[in-house]
């Protein structure tokens, strides 16, 4: 396989998660600024209340574009976050942006992957390219993300059921799979920098333990686990450590191993290369390995989690280093 079909395939499987993540990700984010209303109502005599600008800037800051947005926009304010966030082309990391990349390297590989493939991703982006803010605000945020988590649902399901499990597969499983033990990672950082002002064992800090779950369509699963036993301590364990949970970190690195293995190389040198990368991924298993959840808990200066999501990241480089053709691929 070419380097630029293996670096479009990765980057494929990246940006439709990395779209996914992020609609997810916002979605929780306005939740919480629901549940900070009502509770600040609540608090008002007391004048602890969170300013507005900065819960939206909490959104960016979470997406990691806090210096772009300011380059951009003079405040932070819900309609202008939204447009930046979902719909601005400006912005690398945009919903529309991330789709559009998946169907533009789509589009160079259409010979070489199912044609629903391109129908379903050339559908999503077309519906999204035509959204406007105010639709969004006037339909509610929450249902538009919902829309757009059963576009990347209609896309995966596609490429499960159609897709020969070949090269080309375990390229496009890769990227999703290492972008979402980055995602994971990145959802437990934000949500804890907004609960770094409450014990995790108070009332108030509820909202914010529940936000993790519902990041990660995982509190369904989660009650099956533990109950009604919602603790930093039981959350943290499942969506760390929880091998089962398809969205636990544990899971997608251990899920992104098996693909690597299974990519076959005929050049003697690449396969070199490719047995390092799989050691790399054995290694950040092996730290997962050898976390206990009262770990993550004591972790309040967030060392582990960005330890692990350093880790994340420099197995993205390191892929990026062996299969593609410039070296390092730009997110």
């Given at each position: 396989m070419l380097n630029r079909n293996a670096e479009a395939l990765f980057w494929i499987g990246r940006y439709m998660e990395r779209a996914e993540n992020h609609a997810r990700l916002i979605d929780v984010h306005y939740h919480l600024h629901g549940e900070e209303a009502s509770l600040e109502s609540e608090d008002k005599q007391a004048g602890d209340t969170v300013e507005p600008y900065l819960k939206w800037a909490r959104i960016v800051d979470a997406l990691g574009s806090r210096?772009?947005?300011?380059?951009?926009?003079?405040?932070?304010?819900?309609?202008?976050?939204?447009?930046y966030t979902t719909l601005d082309r400006d912005n690398a990391n945009s919903l529309v942006s991330c789709?559009?990349?998946?169907?533009g390297n789509l589009r160079t590989l259409r010979?070489?992957?199912?044609?629903?493939?391109?129908?379903?991703?050339?559908?999503?982006?077309?519906?999204?390219?035509?959204?406007?803010?105010?639709?969004?605000?006037?339909?509610?945020?929450?249902?538009?993300?919902?829309?757009?988590?059963?576009?990347?649902a209609l896309f995966q399901g596609v490429s499960q059921s159609v897709m020969p499990r070949e090269n080309e597969w375990h390229f496009i499983e890769c990227g999703r799979y290492l972008e979402?033990?980055?995602?994971?990672?990145?959802i437990i950082k934000a949500i804890g920098n907004a609960a770094s002002g409450e014990s995790w064992n108070s009332s108030s800090a509820y909202p914010y333990l529940q936000a993790v779950l519902r990041s990660v369509s995982g509190y369904q699963a989660f009650r099956r686990y533990y109950a009604d036993?919602?603790?930093?301590?039981?959350i943290v364990e499942f969506v760390v450590l929880n091998?089962?949970?398809?969205?636990?970190?544990?899971?997608?690195?251990?899920?992104?191993?098996?693909?690597?293995?299974?990519?076959?190389?005929?050049?003697?040198?690449?396969?070199?290369?490719?047995?390092r990368v799989i050691r790399q991924v054995g290694k950040v298993k092996a730290d997962l390995a050898c976390l206990e959840r009262?770990?993550?808990?004591?972790?309040?200066?967030?060392?582990?989690?960005?330890?692990?999501?350093d880790a994340s990241q420099q197995l993205g480089?390191?892929?990026?280093?062996?299969?593609?053709?410039?070296g390092e691929a730009s997110a």
């Open positions: 210096e772009a947005y300011e380059q951009q926009y003079n405040n932070y304010n819900e309609r202008d976050v939204l447009f789709v559009s990349h998946a169907r010979e070489k992957v199912p044609s629903e493939m391109w129908d379903a991703t050339n559908a999503f982006y077309l519906w999204l390219r035509e959204k406007q803010p105010d639709d969004l605000l006037r339909e509610s945020p929450h249902l538009f993300f919902c829309r757009i988590k059963e576009w990347t979402r033990s980055e995602n994971t990672l990145r036993g919602i603790s930093v301590e039981t091998a089962a949970f398809p969205r636990s970190l544990h899971f997608s690195l251990h899920t992104l191993d098996d693909h690597m293995r299974k990519i076959e190389l005929q050049d003697k040198q690449l396969r070199t290369a490719h047995e009262e770990d993550m808990v004591v972790d309040r200066s967030g060392a582990i989690v960005a330890h692990l999501l480089m390191s892929f990026a280093k062996t299969f593609f053709r410039m």
